[in-house]
């Protein structure tokens, strides 16, 4: 191709040193039959005449200047315009007949299909992203080419026809090199993600532009295959930024919320008091904490979260440790008070033994109320009466229950045939009360015993009123209540005071 271009090169330079040569040799003012017989004589046969029929050499200057003094016949400017003006058009006629393509081959035309399939076959044969750039290279030196060809010249029309479809196939390929550009300048923008929304708001309006300037080249395009596969390559890319876009915009958008969440968090931790306040505290903690989790990896807002999430961390960690203290502190305040009220319903029935287990339940919970809760100011009286309380009960079921325990002796000790004793058991007194029965026996056997000279059995009945006498002042020293004891004739006859 290039010795083509060179060979005719060369033509055009020895036609144009031909054609120099003649019009130095010639001269331009032919006789009117050779004048006839040129083809391309840029002259008018008037013209020519004119020039023929000018002023005499040998004619007088002042006919010619009739205001001036003759001059010398070599420098007459009619003469010099008239030669200046030939020299032009002979000139003029040169510079035609040796443009490109005007006289015999179009070495251009040949060229600039050369350079159009060479553009072509780089289209379809490269697949690296230089294909374009390579073959718009190409394509503009066939254009180039063809621009050369003048309007005169017999190829023309084919030129024109050629430019046009060139020219459409340039402007495809700068919609597809206009289209790199915009996708390369997006891909520079995503490297190293994550990115704020900012950033991937750009890089979607970049590969729009991309496809839009795609979209520019028609199927019949031979760049259109290229054009199509990156097509596809940038609608995926097109579909995974706004992919990203919105997972970032829902990342911030979490972030606000957990955020939000987090103001309301410490606004209640700034009053939270007791259990169900702090209860309160730690679940907004939580939810706040637990909203952040949620934010997509690969975000910037994940990396806030992460920072957010080790702020919040302690304080989610400090407030679930108040909740859990004072709701033990709730628990074992609500059980003291429940056992104290119910001590108190037994003591009113004088179920005593059962009094002082619940006292003393009340008393164990109420010590159990940690001393950091809120809790530990309400129930710090309550202890103090609480253990008043017991100590009163433990007393009183004491009293209780030797009272108790001398009923049951006495009646065992009362009880027989005939009947011993009969008996009351106060706080203070012990009063037993023989029986005539009982007396009247002891009496009898004594006296049979005496009459009898039966010895044995009268310290039988001697023994069993000794063993009385005993078994009565035991009752009243473990009952610690004074003892008197009367006869069938309702005189005292005996007296106990316990040792204390």
């Not at 063993?467 to 009565?472: D, F, Q, S």
Request: glycine letters at 2%; one cysteine or more; hydrophobic letters at 35%.
């Amino acid at each position: 191709m290039k010795t083509a271009i060179l060979e005719q090169t060369q033509k055009q330079q020895e036609y144009n040193s031909q054609t120099s040569s003649d019009v130095e040799t010639k001269n331009p003012f032919l006789e009117e039959e050779e004048a006839e017989n040129l083809e391309d004589n840029p002259f008018d046969l008037q013209d020519l005449e004119n020039l023929s029929s000018s002023p005499d050499p040998d004619a007088s200057t002042s006919e010619i200047y009739p205001e001036e003094q003759p001059v010398n016949k070599r420098f007459n400017p009619v003469l010099l315009a008239q030669v200046a003006a030939v020299l032009v058009v002979v000139f003029g006629c040169v510079y035609t007949v040796t443009r490109p393509c005007v006289m015999g081959e179009c070495q251009e035309v040949d060229t600039a299909r050369d350079f159009n399939q060479k553009s072509k076959q780089t289209i379809e044969t490269v697949a690296s992203a230089q294909a374009p750039v390579l073959a718009q290279q190409d394509l503009q030196s066939g254009i180039k080419l063809l621009e050369t060809i003048p309007f005169w010249s017999p190829h023309y029309p084919e030129a024109k026809a050629l430019l046009s479809v060139y020219r459409q196939e340039s402007n495809e390929l700068d919609s597809v090199l206009k289209a790199l550009k915009t996708a390369a300048k997006a891909s520079e923008i995503s490297q190293n993600p994550p990115h704020p929304i900012e950033d991937w708001v750009k890089m979607q309006s970049l590969w729009e532009q991309a496809i839009a300037s795609l979209e520019q080249v028609k199927s019949g395009s031979v760049v259109y295959p290229f054009a199509q596969a990156r097509w596809q390559q940038y609608r995926g890319n097109l579909a995974e930024v706004r992919n990203r876009l919105k997972l970032e915009r829902d990342g911030e958008q979490i972030l606000t919320t957990a955020k939000k969440a987090a103001q309301v968090a410490e606004a209640r931790q700034g009053v939270a008091k007791y259990a169900d306040s702090w209860k309160q505290v730690f679940d907004t903690w939580q939810v706040a904490a637990n909203t952040l989790t949620t934010i997509p990896y690969g975000t910037t807002a994940y990396q806030s979260a992460q920072v957010l999430l080790a702020r919040y961390q302690p304080k989610l960690e400090e407030a679930r440790d108040r909740k859990t203290i004072e709701q033990v502190g709730l628990d074992a305040y609500n059980q003291a008070v429940n056992n104290a009220e119910q001590a108190t319903l037994l003591e009113q029935r004088g179920a005593w033994s059962e009094a002082v287990t619940y006292w003393s339940r009340a008393v164990t919970y109420a010590k159990q109320v940690p001393v950091s809760s809120s809790y530990s100011a309400k129930i710090k009286p309550l202890l103090t009466t609480y253990n008043d309380s017991w100590k009163r009960a433990d007393v009183k079921n004491r009293v209780t229950s030797r009272l108790e325990k001398a009923r049951q002796d006495l009646t065992k000790l009362c009880s027989g045939n005939p009947k011993v004793c009969n008996y009351s058991v106060t706080e203070n007194l012990i009063t037993v009360r023989l029986t005539s029965d009982y007396v009247n026996q002891i009496q009898s056997t004594a006296k049979t015993a005496d009459q009898s000279g039966d010895s044995k059995k009268r310290s039988e009945a001697e023994n069993h009123v000794q063993v009385l006498k005993v078994a009565l002042e035991t009752i009243s020293q473990n009952a610690q209540i004074p003892l008197e004891v009367y006869g069938a004739d309702n005189q005292k006859i005996a007296t106990h005071v316990p040792l204390q």
